[in-house]
């Protein structure tokens, strides 16, 4: 069972930048695809970037491309989404994901392990 916990959501003008964490229990290291998901009201969960288990791998949604960064420290078991040019179109609950998949699976459903979300919020 892996336990995950997201920090770093807030509230931030249109332009700024978020630094979103997800913290794994246990020793997970490079064990799990990590993935980052967003979900916006009445929308369905959408992929947002995943990083593969050496960290090397990194796929990303269209839309962030550019301007998000995704990161893993395996020593740490953390991963890491840096978001720069926020938009608010960017406004979601953001969750952070861990699975057995590939990094390049952008279905939510593949991902077994899941955060209790972070709320992000970008004012224009």
């Known amino acids: 069972q892996v336990h995950l916990v997201e920090s770093g959501g807030g509230l931030v003008q249109a332009g700024g930048s978020l630094r979103l964490s997800c913290a794994a229990s246990g020793r997970t290291g490079s064990r799990y695809t990590m993935g980052w998901f967003r979900q916006a009201p009445g929308l369905e969960r959408e992929f947002v970037a995943a990083?593969?288990?050496?960290?090397?791998?990194?796929v990303y949604a269209d839309s962030v491309r550019g301007r998000f960064t995704i990161s893993r420290d395996n020593a740490e078991n953390t991963s890491y989404l840096q978001m720069n040019s926020l938009k608010p179109e960017d406004t979601a609950v953001y969750y952070c994901a861990a699975g057995d998949g590939s990094t390049w699976n952008r279905n939510w459903r593949e991902y077994d392990y899941w955060g209790q979300g972070t709320m992000v919020t970008v004012s224009s």
């Open positions: 990083v593969g288990r050496g960290g090397s791998t990194k």
